[in-house]
């Protein structure tokens, strides 16, 4: 989570989305013989550039 700030509803909902969007992938490359680990680069595009870190903390949770 974001750098031991205290999350509000709002950010915790888009952890939570972000969480299981990643998921998805993960199941999808893997279902290919590959998974996120191999993900060289992705192109995310947020609503808000403040989530970015909420964001970033999904993925490296990984």
């Given at each position: ?7 509000g509803a709002r950010d915790i909902?888009?952890h939570l989305q972000d969480e ?14 590959s998974d996120l680990a191999r ?24």
């Open positions: 989570m974001p750098h031991g700030n205290a999350l909902h888009i299981w969007v990643l998921a998805r992938l993960d199941v999808a490359l893997r279902k290919v013989g993900v060289f680069n992705a192109q995310v595009f947020l609503t808000d550039l403040n989530d970015f870190a909420i964001l970033d903390d999904a993925w490296r949770a990984l």
